[in-house]
């Protein structure tokens, strides 16, 4: 669909933006194919444990080997995913890859793995969200209190009754819920706290400013004591050095993921560094207990 406003006709004759046309209609015809072959797969990226340095889990992050164009960033294709709906049959193929991989990780057995998936606000307009989790679950033999949900603060904005009501469903599942890039929304302190969400996921853009002014180091400290006065954990994205680790540590956030950490890995190396502990991975330790 071309812009409105300047009208279609105009639109059209406009060769960057046929172009851009084309290329979005390319992106979406070949997404729908992805689905089908062998195309996607995900990503493992390590959640740590601030006071003790383990792993409790894993964010899983899509990826898309396109044929011809390589590997396509979900910043690339989400967006045309939920415009077209697609997101709803690619939103299960994750849940469902995580599940699995998760149980064959050892998730339901003697070991604790917290799994984090991506969901769009999208799938919360198509149908009933918990029903297709609890479907998954079953299917994949997943226990429902190690997965977790990452949500933007857009689910609490739009819809707000119909997607309270799913949110609620899902907790009344034993799903665990976490606001992903916190911070940079709108949501006001009255909506967190209507919502049943159990974790709060610190965006990147404050972790970044971390270790210079000391007004983003206030700033991060009263997002960690907000989360904990609602009785929420904490999770700091995006952490790329050393400094913003011990800042985030001597905050007392309680779990945190980044490039410094661990990059998101393939299954094969997330199940290496699962096992071995990220000090293999990294050539040296990520935290030491406290
Ligand atoms: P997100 O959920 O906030 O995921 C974190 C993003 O930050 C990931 O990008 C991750 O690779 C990146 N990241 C992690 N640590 C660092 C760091 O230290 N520095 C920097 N610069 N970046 C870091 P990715 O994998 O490209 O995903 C981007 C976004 O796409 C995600 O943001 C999420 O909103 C969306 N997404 C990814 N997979 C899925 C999915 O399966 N379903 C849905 N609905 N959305 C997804
Ligand atoms: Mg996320
Ligand atoms: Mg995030
Ligand atoms: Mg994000």
């Known amino acids: 669909r071309a812009k409105s406003g300047g009208g279609d006709r105009l639109a059209a004759y406009d060769p960057a933006m046929l172009a851009g046309l084309v290329e979005r209609l390319e992106l979406e015809a070949d997404l729908r194919v992805a689905l089908t072959r062998d195309e996607l797969a995900l990503h493992y990226q390590p959640t740590v444990d601030l006071r003790t340095g383990e792993i409790t889990g894993f964010e899983a992050l899509v990826r898309w080997y396109h044929p011809t164009r390589g590997m396509v960033s979900p910043l690339d294709f989400i967006g045309t995913a939920e415009a077209t709906g697609l997101i709803v049959p690619l939103g299960r193929w994750v849940l469902t890859e995580a599940c699995r991989q998760a149980v064959a990780w050892g998730a339901g057995t003697t070991r604790r793995l917290k799994m984090a998936v991506n969901v769009s606000v999208r799938q919360f307009e198509h149908g009933d969200l918990a029903a297709m989790v609890a479907e998954v679950l079953a299917e994949t033999g997943m226990p429902v209190d190690q997965l977790c949900l990452e949500m933007t603060e857009s689910v609490l904005l739009t819809d707000t009754d119909e997607n309270l009501a799913q949110l609620h469903r899902l907790k009344d599942l034993g799903v665990t819920l976490a606001?992903?890039?916190?911070?940079?929304?709108?949501?006001?302190?009255?909506?967190?706290?209507?919502?049943?969400?159990?974790?709060?996921?610190?965006?990147?853009?404050?972790?970044?400013?971390?270790?210079?002014?000391?007004?983003?180091?206030?700033?991060?400290?009263?997002?960690?004591?907000?989360?904990?006065?609602?009785?929420?954990?904490?999770?700091a994205e995006g952490i790329e050095d050393s400094v913003q680790l011990a800042v985030l540590k001597e905050l007392r956030c309680d779990y945190a993921q980044g490039y410094y950490l661990s990059r998101p890995l393939p299954a094969a190396e997330a199940g290496r560094v699962l096992e071995e502990g990220l000090a293999t991975a990294l050539g040296e330790p990520v935290a030491s207990p406290r």
């Open 179 to 235: 606001m992903d890039d916190f911070g940079t929304g709108y949501s006001s302190l009255a909506y967190l706290r209507r919502f049943p969400m159990d974790t709060l996921k610190i965006d990147r853009s404050f972790v970044d400013r971390l270790g210079g002014e000391h007004e983003d180091e206030a700033l991060v400290s009263t997002i960690v004591r907000l989360g904990r006065s609602l009785g929420m954990t904490t999770v």
